[in-house]
């Protein structure tokens, strides 16, 4: 069994997030530059064939790229984790988030839960919510989302992404036939 999630990698911006993270008085135990992402769907244990159909059923899906302004902090006081998030995001990232829920959910998979609150977690463990002024101001670049397994290890979790697929906009009937055209004149 695999535990298993959907989510964006936050990749180039990740150092300049710890970076910042790492300067300031921020509570809880950091997470490792490597784990940093956003989540879109949280999954849970899946078998080797339930993975497999999941896979072959996201092939499928579209979504434009994505540009994500992170500008707000906050806290899951229940999870206690301690994050960074957009104060307002684009549709299409709710849409690719309830669209990657419901793959799941046709397998039996995910934990019930229908609100999405986007947010790269920067810290576990938190016992208080990050008190930071001046607000920040990075731009999450998103091409492409993953499907994450979560592996426990001595040293802590890691996140492997079990397949990739690119974020990109939906090519246009009219526009096909017009290139067509200029290709065979
Ligand atoms: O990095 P975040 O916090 O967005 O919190 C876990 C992490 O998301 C979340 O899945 C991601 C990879 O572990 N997670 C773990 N167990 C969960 C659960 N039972 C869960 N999310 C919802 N329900």
């Given at each position: 069994?695999?535990?298993?999630?959907?989510?964006?990698?936050?990749?180039?911006?990740?150092?300049?997030?710890?970076?910042?993270?790492d300067?300031?008085?921020w509570?809880g135990?950091?997470?490792?530059?490597?784990?940093?992402?956003?989540?879109?769907?949280?999954?849970?244990?899946a078998?080797?064939?339930?993975?497999?159909?999941?896979?072959?059923?996201?092939?499928?899906?579209?979504c434009?790229?994505?540009?994500?302004?992170l500008?707000?902090?906050?806290?899951?006081?229940?999870?206690?984790?301690?994050?960074?998030?957009?104060?307002?995001?684009?549709?299409?990232?709710n849409?690719?988030?309830?669209?990657?829920?419901?793959?799941?959910?046709?397998?039996?998979?995910?934990?019930?839960?229908?609100?999405?609150?986007?947010?790269?977690?920067?810290s576990?463990?938190?016992?208080?919510a990050?008190?930071?002024?001046?607000?920040?101001?990075?731009?999450?670049?998103?091409?492409?989302?993953?499907?994450?397994q979560?592996?426990?290890?001595?040293?802590g979790?890691?996140?492997?992404?079990?397949?990739?697929w690119p974020?990109?906009?939906?090519?246009?009937?009219?526009?096909?036939?017009?290139?067509?055209?200029r290709?065979n004149?």
């Open positions: 069994m695999a535990k298993l999630f959907f989510a964006l990698p936050v990749k180039e911006l990740a150092p300049e997030l710890i970076a910042w993270r300067q300031l008085p509570p135990q950091p997470v490792p530059q490597a784990n940093l992402h956003l989540t879109l769907a949280f999954l849970g244990e078998d080797e064939v339930t993975t497999r159909r999941l896979i072959a059923a996201v092939e499928r899906q579209h434009p790229p994505l540009s994500i302004r500008d707000e902090t906050g806290w899951f006081s229940r999870a206690k984790a301690a994050w960074i998030g957009p104060k307002e995001w684009p549709n299409e990232l849409v690719l988030a309830r669209a990657l829920r419901r793959h799941g959910e046709k397998l039996r998979l995910g934990n019930g839960e229908q609100g999405y609150r986007p947010h790269v977690t920067l576990r463990k938190a016992g208080e990050p008190a930071i002024l001046p607000a920040p101001n990075f731009l999450l670049q998103a091409d492409e989302f993953c499907l994450y979560s592996i426990s290890t001595p040293d979790v890691r996140y492997e992404p079990l397949a990739c974020l990109r906009a939906r090519r246009k009937e009219g526009l096909d036939n017009e290139e067509q055209r290709a004149p």
